[in-house]
């Protein structure tokens, strides 16, 4: 069973980049089954897709957010990173990594989650 | 994008009931739709994936239909640990969409 976590600081300025980055434990980051996936949530909101990259560095973004992220791999740590450049207060959410399972388009693991605000 | 509609976005429900929640994409998805159950300060759970079929480890009170534009999520018998938020998300294209939520509450 994969398991993930995230980590990153919990806050960020204004205009600043939000850098986060997703460990991957109990399996290969190269297992060409899954894509692996960054998902976002506002406090007492809905879910949101930011994000998927597999592991050749592919990648897919949401258009809606695609201006001001980058989501990169690295398999020599087993790991994957997401960078979200220019954040404003509306950037506030729990940020979870996620397994994406190629076949069936479900997001099969995730992370805990952390809570990323954005403030002066 | 294809948007999804969940209904209802609350529902208030009895231990021992049926709870059938629906989640209508905006166009065709074929089966690619999955479920997802949410409690408070915790990660999603998937629960369905490719409409109908059941995660490793999830009970059978849970089962999902549908094909197309219209999915439904039913728990045949609600129990108490299934009070939570649950949320449909189409994979049928890129960007992934998830659906309001419901709200499944007493």
């Known amino acids: 069973q994969l398991q993930l976590q995230e980590s990153g600081p919990g806050l960020v300025k204004p205009s600043d980049t939000l850098s986060l980055t997703c460990t991957v434990s109990g399996g290969s980051i190269t297992n060409a089954n899954y894509y692996w996936a960054w998902i976002r949530q506002p406090p007492g909101m809905g879910l949101e897709w930011i994000g998927n990259i597999d592991y050749s560095g592919t990648t897919y973004y949401n258009p809606s957010l695609k ?39 479900s997001l099969d693991s995730w992370g805990q989650g952390t809570l990323v605000s954005v403030s002066s | 994008d294809i948007q999804m509609t969940q209904s209802p976005s609350s529902v208030s429900a009895s231990v021992g009931d049926r709870v059938t929640i629906t989640c209508r994409a905006s166009q065709g998805i074929s089966s690619f739709l999955a479920w997802y159950q949410q409690k408070p300060g915790k990660a999603p759970k998937l629960l369905i994936y490719v ?55 007493i």
């Open chain 1, 67 to 105: 201006s001001r992220v980058t989501v990169s791999i690295d398999t020599s740590k087993n790991h994957f990173s997401l960078k979200l450049r220019s954040v404003t207060a509306a950037d506030t959410a729990i940020y979870y990594c996620a397994t994406w399972a190629t076949s069936a388009g």
């Open chain 2, 51 to 105: 409409a109908s079929n059941l995660q490793s480890g999830v009970p059978s009170r849970f089962s999902g239909s549908g094909s197309g534009t219209d999915f439904t999520l039913t728990i045949s018998s609600l129990q108490p640990e299934d009070f939570a938020t649950y949320y449909c998300q189409q994979a049928g294209s890129f960007p992934l969409t998830f659906g309001g939520g419901t709200k499944v509450e």
